[in-house]
């Protein structure tokens, strides 16, 4: 019989059902046929199209955001990007859709697409200027270096409007494009050669610059290295000196005409009256110790006048921790600032202290930059309508109620007046939407303000129809401690009730909005490819009453909590008979490492094998590397004295004699393996099965194909291996279990030493 088994099984089905079938297919069905059955892969989940939005990706909102109307609102542009990983680049398109024919033929135009070879991303920070048919946008192409280019919708001219000799992190332009203000890498004093030979004197280097050997004093920490620029059309750029730190992924913002630009910088030297301020993340962050010379962790806002060069700041205090937003007046007389602590420098008593507790939207004028006082609600800057004059805020706390809220000058004074639809509507003609969930795939969707239209513009993902996912389900179970948490289940695909499953826990948040392939980040996790791979992945949100978790932050009990998480998870999913508990994994990332390190060392549950991700582990080496008062607060003070002890006892790079699973580190960047090496070298010492890969160029949030393949199917393989002794067959991966072979034997070995110490 020529056909497959699948495919009889398929004839015979129909057959019963009295339904024609064909006794051969096509080699094209065949091949349909196989498409439809393959499950997913970590190849898909790099491949995956998605829209291009770095706020997105880090768990912000795309409500509002997914298309970028032109001034006239006759058009609106979409970014797209996905990874390439037979080119090794992240692969970037332009779209241009006509709001006139949306509800017709809803097809776009490609006007652009870019490669990006680097960490960084091919097309982003788009603007359109006020003549709709000029963006602006900050790209980059396969070798080269990222410059702020333009490009003309009708003639299709691409034009580089900067030449900097070093990579350009962020810019913004005005209206009428005439003014550019951008931040670049700073250039390289050249010295590198002469320290070789000369000794290198340490003062306030981080360690990745002295691993780089880019590493003479004046160089001091990474966040230095980036220079601000001014630069008029026609003009050669001027570089606008600064005494603190400028950052590129931080707030730059051009006002409308260029006669402004708003900017957040890395404080070097705090005011000490910033010490009053209570904010309680803010204010551990004022007071930590720093080497004399390197940058603080605190920010504030800097004003840049375009015309006189004066670079000064806004206002003489930090930016807060949460709720920070400003709109600028039409006529660049003001802004309007939300989240913002007033200065401590007045007289009465009162004042002083409502100052040092809370938060405000004020009007700051300018050049003065006197304060007229909004509100002290705490609400952020949704809208200020430049024609009606309202001022529009939107709750600033997720956690707390709030309603929106409108306000009007009237006068020399703000005044709340009632929110109205005319106050709340959108200026555009369409609402466009990015629709996704746990099961389903994003596609974009535009809709008329009334809902009466509706039309599919575009889905991300076609392709995604012929593979197959394991269903996705919200769950919610209680914490060994009591306490309720939420997360996502994955379900391998075919899915059979009664068997039980290995299982994966990976940590770090969790959506039901999102359709997350890997989970929350690129880095570690492969939440889709695992499931394929037969294993049941839990992906950990946070609690039931999400205002908890913020009460043990930063605290002794933050991992004892989410240890707690992690083994009432366990026995939830073991009481639904769906898993195998002596078979569990765990994932931790970034914060996360911290949890799933602490568990490792003071659960009595069982796990087999996890990975720890480049992330922070409360551990000694670090705390010397980098130090921060976190690691303090987490282990009850200093490593010295009479907190000592407490180091001891919660650090958990002090207790690795107690880990009894398979060890994987990741650490990305360059020096960043240090931040292992303490694990790894102090599990080696104890004979105890340890992995470390090391991503030099690597960055937090991982984005190179090649490097997300190393990372997310090195865990696919890492769980397969130790949760199902099964083995990739792929040639190139020999050394790797070869490798592994090494560990699982050592497991073994020290599992059978410590039976005969038990006996």
Same mark, same amino acid.
């Given at each position: 019989?020529?056909?497959? +088994?699948?495919?009889?099984?398929?004839?015979?089905?129909?057959?019963?059902?009295?339904?024609?079938?064909?006794?051969?297919?096509?080699?094209?069905?065949?091949?349909?046929?196989?498409?439809?059955?393959?499950?997913?892969?970590?190849?898909?989940?790099?491949?995956?199209?998605?829209?291009?939005?770095?706020?997105?990706?880090?768990?912000? =909102?795309?409500?509002?955001?997914?298309?970028?109307?032109?001034?006239?609102?006759?058009?609106?542009?979409?970014?797209?990007?996905?990874?390439?990983?037979?080119?090794?680049?992240?692969?970037?398109?332009?779209?241009?859709?006509?709001?006139?024919?949306?509800?017709?033929?809803?097809? #776009?135009?490609?006007?652009?697409?870019?490669?990006?070879?680097?960490?960084?991303?091919?097309?982003?920070?788009?603007?359109?200027?006020?003549?709709?048919?000029?963006?602006?946008?900050?790209? =980059?192409?396969?070798?080269?270096?990222?410059?702020?280019?333009?490009?003309?919708?009708?003639?299709?001219?691409?034009?580089?409007?900067?030449?900097?000799?070093?990579?350009?992190?962020?810019?913004?332009?005005?209206?009428?494009?005439?003014?550019?203000?951008?931040?670049?890498?700073?250039?390289?004093?050249?010295?590198?050669?002469?320290?070789?030979?000369?000794?290198?004197?340490?003062?306030?280097?981080?360690?990745?610059?002295?691993?780089?050997?880019?590493?003479?004093?004046?160089? =001091?920490?990474?966040?230095?290295?980036?220079?601000?620029?001014?630069?008029?059309?026609?003009?050669?750029?001027?570089?606008?000196?600064?005494?603190?730190?400028?950052?590129?992924?931080?707030?730059?913002?051009?006002?409308?005409?260029?006669?402004?630009?708003?900017?957040?910088?890395?404080?070097?030297?705090?005011?000490?009256?910033?010490?009053?301020?209570?904010?309680?993340?803010?204010?551990?962050?004022?007071?930590?110790?720093?080497?004399?010379?390197?940058?603080?962790?605190?920010?504030?806002?800097?004003?840049?006048?375009?015309?006189?060069?004066?670079?000064?700041?806004?206002?003489?205090?930090?930016?807060?921790?949460?709720?920070?937003?400003?709109?600028?007046?039409?006529?660049?007389?003001?802004?309007?600032?939300?989240?913002?602590?007033?200065?401590?420098?007045?007289?009465?008593?009162?004042?002083?202290?409502?100052?040092?507790?809370?938060?405000?939207?004020? =009007?700051?004028?300018?050049?003065?930059?006197?304060?007229?006082?909004?509100?002290?609600?705490?609400?952020?800057?949704?809208?200020?309508?430049?024609?009606?004059?309202?001022?529009?805020?939107?709750?600033?706390?997720?956690?707390?109620?709030?309603?929106?809220?409108?306000?009007?000058?009237?006068?020399?004074?703000?005044?709340?007046?009632?929110?109205?639809?005319?106050?709340?509507?959108?200026?555009?003609?369409?609402?466009?939407?990015?629709?996704?969930?746990?099961?389903? #795939?994003?596609?974009?969707?535009?809709?008329?303000?009334?809902?009466?239209?509706?039309?599919?513009?575009?889905?991300?993902?076609?392709?995604?129809?012929?593979?197959?996912?394991? $269903?996705?389900?919200?769950?919610?179970?209680?914490?060994?401690?009591?306490?309720?948490?939420?997360?996502?289940?994955?379900?391998?695909?075919?899915?059979?009730?009664?068997?039980?499953?290995?299982?994966?826990?990976?940590?770090?948040?969790?959506?039901?909005?999102?359709?997350?392939?890997?989970?929350?980040?690129?880095?570690?996790?492969?939440?889709?490819?695992?499931?394929?791979?037969?294993?049941?992945?839990?992906?950990?949100?946070?609690?039931?009453?999400?205002?908890?978790?913020?009460?043990?932050?930063?605290?002794?009990?933050?991992? #004892?909590?989410?240890?707690?998480?992690?083994? +009432?998870?366990?026995?939830?999913?073991?009481?639904?008979?769906?898993?195998?508990?002596?078979?569990?994994?765990?994932?931790?990332?970034?914060?996360?490492?911290?949890?799933?390190?602490?568990?490792?060392?003071?659960?009595?549950?069982?796990?087999?094998?996890?990975?720890?991700?480049?992330?922070?582990?409360?551990?000694?080496?670090?705390?010397?590397?980098?130090?921060?008062?976190?690691?303090?607060?987490?282990?009850?003070?200093?490593?010295? +004295?009479?907190?000592?002890?407490?180091?001891?006892?919660?650090?958990?790079?002090?207790?690795?004699?107690?880990?009894?699973?398979?060890?994987?580190?990741?650490?990305?960047?360059?020096?960043?393996?240090?931040?292992?090496?303490?694990?790894?070298?102090?599990?080696?010492?104890?004979? $105890?099965?340890?992995?470390?890969?090391?991503?030099?160029?690597?960055?937090?949030?991982?984005? $190179?194909?090649?490097?997300?393949?190393?990372?997310?199917?090195?865990?696919?393989?890492?769980?397969?291996?130790?949760? $199902?002794?099964?083995?990739?067959?792929?040639?190139?991966?020999?050394?790797?279990?070869?490798?592994?072979?090494?560990?699982?034997?050592?497991?073994?070995?020290?599992?059978?030493?410590?039976?005969?110490?038990?006996?």
């Amino acid at each position: 019989m020529s056909l497959s +088994g699948a495919r009889l099984i398929r004839c015979l089905w129909f057959l019963v059902l009295g339904l024609p079938i064909c006794a051969r297919a096509s080699d094209a069905n065949e091949k349909d046929s196989q498409a439809e059955n393959r499950r997913v892969t970590v190849a898909d989940t790099i491949e995956m199209t998605r829209w291009a939005d770095r706020d997105y990706f880090l768990g912000g =909102e795309s409500r509002g955001r997914i298309g970028l109307f032109s001034p006239d609102r006759a058009q609106f542009l979409v970014v797209l990007q996905k990874g390439n990983i037979a080119r090794n680049t992240v692969d970037y398109s332009l779209l241009l859709f006509r709001t006139k024919s949306l509800f017709q033929s809803p097809k #776009p135009q490609v006007l652009l697409k870019m490669s990006s070879s680097s960490n960084r991303d091919a097309i982003s920070h788009i603007k359109w200027l006020e003549d709709n048919r000029t963006v602006v946008f900050l790209g =980059e192409r396969p070798g080269e270096k990222p410059q702020v280019y333009s490009f003309n919708i009708w003639t299709r001219l691409l034009k580089k409007l900067t030449n900097s000799p070093t990579p350009v992190l962020a810019y913004d332009i005005s209206d009428d494009g005439e003014v550019i203000v951008y931040e670049a890498d700073a250039k390289s004093n050249g010295q590198e050669a002469k320290t070789r030979t000369s000794g290198i004197v340490i003062t306030t280097q981080n360690p990745s610059d002295l691993f780089a050997c880019d590493c003479s004093p004046a160089r =001091e920490s990474r966040p230095a290295a980036e220079e601000l620029f001014l630069q008029r059309r026609g003009r050669i750029s001027s570089r606008i000196s600064s005494a603190d730190f400028v950052a590129g992924s931080e707030t730059l913002n051009v006002s409308r005409t260029g006669r402004y630009a708003l900017l957040s910088v890395y404080v070097r030297d705090i005011d000490p009256s910033w010490a009053e301020y209570r904010d309680r993340f803010l204010h551990p962050l004022i007071v930590e110790p720093r080497r004399p010379g390197t940058r603080s962790n605190v920010r504030r806002f800097m004003l840049l006048d375009t015309r006189t060069l004066e670079f000064t700041p806004l206002l003489n205090t930090p930016i807060s921790s949460s709720g920070s937003r400003f709109a600028w007046a039409r006529d660049e007389g003001s802004l309007v600032l939300s989240g913002a602590y007033l200065p401590l420098a007045v007289a009465d008593r009162g004042e002083r202290e409502a100052r040092q507790t809370r938060k405000f939207v004020v =009007e700051i004028k300018l050049p003065s930059r006197e304060i007229e006082k909004i509100t002290d609600a705490e609400l952020k800057v949704a809208k200020w309508d430049q024609v009606t004059g309202k001022l529009l805020l939107e709750p600033g706390n997720a956690r707390v109620y709030s309603p929106t809220q409108a306000y009007e000058k009237i006068g020399a004074a703000w005044r709340q007046v009632p929110v109205t639809e005319v106050t709340t509507q959108t200026e555009n003609p369409v609402d466009v939407t990015l629709e996704e969930d746990i099961n389903t #795939p994003p596609r974009i969707f535009a809709s008329d303000p009334k809902g009466d239209r509706r039309a599919q513009l575009l889905d991300l993902n076609p392709a995604f129809a012929h593979l197959q996912f394991g $269903k996705v389900e919200g769950v919610s179970w209680k914490a060994t401690d009591g306490h309720g948490v939420l997360g996502g289940l994955y379900l391998p695909p075919g899915y059979r009730p009664g068997m039980r499953y290995p299982l994966v826990i990976q940590t770090h948040g969790f959506r039901k909005d999102r359709f997350w392939m890997d989970g929350p980040w690129s880095s570690a996790f492969a939440a889709a490819a695992l499931a394929a791979k037969d294993i049941v992945v839990l992906q950990v949100g946070g609690s039931t009453e999400s205002s908890e978790d913020s009460k043990y932050a930063e605290s002794s009990e933050e991992a #004892p909590r989410q240890m707690a998480a992690y083994e +009432g998870a366990i026995d939830y999913l073991d009481g639904r008979g769906l898993i195998d508990r002596n078979r569990v994994g765990m994932i931790g990332f970034s914060r996360t490492v911290f949890y799933v390190a602490y568990t490792l060392t003071r659960s009595k549950y069982q796990f087999t094998a996890v990975t720890l991700a480049d992330g922070f582990d409360a551990g000694y080496m670090n705390y010397l590397l980098w130090p921060t008062t976190d690691y303090v607060r987490v282990n009850g003070g200093p490593p010295n +004295g009479s907190s000592l002890p407490s180091w001891l006892k919660n650090s958990p790079g002090f207790n690795l004699d107690k880990v009894g699973a398979a060890v994987r580190l990741e650490y990305y960047g360059p020096a960043m393996f240090l931040g292992g090496w303490q694990w790894f070298s102090g599990l080696s010492l104890l004979e $105890k099965p340890v992995d470390f890969v090391w991503l030099p160029d690597g960055t937090h949030l991982l984005v $190179k194909p090649s490097e997300r393949l190393t990372s997310q199917q090195g865990n696919v393989d890492w769980f397969s291996f130790w949760l $199902k002794q099964e083995e990739d067959s792929a040639p190139a991966k020999r050394e790797q279990y070869k490798r592994w072979d090494g560990l699982r034997a050592l497991l073994h070995s020290g599992a059978s030493n410590q039976a005969l110490t038990d006996d």
